[in-house]
């Protein structure tokens, strides 16, 4: 079988309701979803060569929350997050994020977004995905995360507190994850807002050859163990701070667990368990 062949199976074998036009009741189409999955399985296994650990924490059913930081200055590890699930899952998974809302102001973007599930970040929207049992990804750092200059690929700003009550709202476990390699990818040196916003986008980062293009750079998804928080979602807004530092501990420790690991490896050396 080719590969083409192979990654058409893998769309249709999605347990998604898909009708017999092959869309399901969000509009996603499979059509759409074969052709950017060819796109998109070809970065990540020959340009980006992704190497994907711990992909046996996220369930293979139901819902869940896929919870991570962000790391360059374009949508890379979004991107290659959600074809970890669908390249590396048994059965295969569609993960569906939240967007910017500025992607959505772009007919084509918009078009292919909607079409593959990626749906506009409002919270209505992500309550109705998790209820439906779909898997679901947020970056809870947002826009100031892609933002990160160079020096700062490694760190975490502030994460947003809603992911945390949206979880307790639906029952979601939150499984963690570490994007690496993403800020070496798009090395950014500046973010020019004022250019940003007269393309319409929030910012546009810049590197040291200008452009954001990103540099064929291995990158890699370390995925952990699914936290899950007791609570109702309206608990106090300490309660749910709490829960969002314990997500965020989690995460920098993959982070780091993640560069100790591949430090080792270049180096020849086998870390101790």
């Not at 924490?57 to 991107?79: F, Y």
């Not at 989690?250 to 690991?261: D, F, S």
């Not at 490896?265 to 101790?272: M, V």
């Given at each position: 079988?080719?590969?083409?062949?192979?990654?058409?199976?893998?769309?249709?074998?999605?347990?998604?309701?898909?009708?017999?036009?092959?869309?399901?009741?969000?509009?996603?189409?499979?059509?759409?979803?074969?052709?950017?999955?060819?796109?998109?399985?070809?970065?990540?296994?020959?340009?980006?060569?992704?190497?994907?650990?711990g992909?046996?924490?996220?369930?293979?059913?139901?819902?869940?929350?896929?919870?991570?930081?962000?790391?360059?200055?374009?949508?890379?590890?979004?991107?290659?997050?959600l074809?970890?699930?669908?390249?590396?899952?048994?059965?295969?998974?569609?993960?569906?994020?939240?967007?910017?809302r500025?992607?959505?102001?772009?007919?084509?973007?918009?078009?292919?977004?909607?079409?593959?599930?990626?749906?506009?970040?409002?919270?209505?929207?992500?309550?109705?995905?998790?209820?439906?049992?779909?898997?679901?990804?947020?970056?809870?750092?947002?826009?100031?995360?892609?933002?990160?200059?160079?020096?700062?690929?490694?760190?975490?700003?502030?994460?947003?507190?809603g992911?945390?009550?949206?979880?307790?709202?639906?029952?979601?476990?939150?499984?963690?994850?570490?994007?690496?390699?993403?800020?070496?990818?798009?090395?950014?040196?500046?973010?020019?807002?004022?250019?940003?916003?007269?393309?319409?986008?929030?910012?546009?980062?810049?590197?040291?050859?200008?452009?954001?293009?990103?540099?064929?750079?291995?990158?890699?998804?370390?995925?952990?163990?699914?936290?899950?928080?007791?609570?109702?979602?309206?608990?106090?807004?300490?309660?749910?701070?709490?829960?969002?530092?314990?997500?965020?501990?989690?995460?920098?420790?993959?982070?780091?667990?993640?560069?100790?690991?591949r430090?080792g490896?270049?180096?020849?050396?086998?870390?101790?368990p």
């Open positions: 079988m080719s590969e083409s062949d192979s990654l058409e199976a893998r769309v249709e074998r999605l347990e998604l309701p898909f009708n017999e036009y092959g869309v399901d009741p969000y509009g996603i189409s499979k059509r759409h979803l074969k052709q950017a999955l060819q796109v998109f399985a070809a970065l990540y296994r020959y340009y980006f060569r992704v190497r994907c650990f992909i046996e924490h996220v369930p293979p059913r139901g819902r869940a929350m896929l919870v991570g930081n962000h790391s360059g200055g374009v949508a890379v590890d979004g991107a290659m997050v074809t970890s699930t669908m390249l590396e899952m048994e059965p295969p998974r569609l993960a569906q994020s939240m967007v910017e500025f992607l959505h102001k772009f007919p084509v973007s918009s078009l292919w977004a909607s079409r593959t599930g990626q749906f506009t970040g409002l919270p209505e929207h992500a309550r109705r995905l998790l209820e439906d049992d779909r898997l679901l990804v947020v970056f809870p750092e947002g826009a100031k995360g892609t933002a990160k200059l160079y020096p700062q690929r490694y760190s975490l700003v502030d994460f947003g507190t992911f945390i009550r949206l979880a307790l709202q639906t029952g979601s476990p939150i499984v963690p994850f570490a994007f690496l390699g993403g800020g070496t990818a798009v090395p950014t040196v500046f973010n020019a807002y004022t250019l940003g916003k007269l393309l319409g986008v929030p910012y546009v980062p810049l590197t040291p050859y200008v452009l954001p293009l990103p540099l064929p750079v291995q990158l890699e998804i370390h995925y952990g163990e699914p936290l899950v928080f007791q609570g109702t979602g309206d608990e106090e807004d300490h309660v749910i701070e709490g829960y969002v530092q314990k997500v965020k501990a989690r995460i920098a420790g993959l982070i780091e667990r993640g560069r100790a690991e430090h490896r270049r180096s020849g050396r086998k870390l101790l």
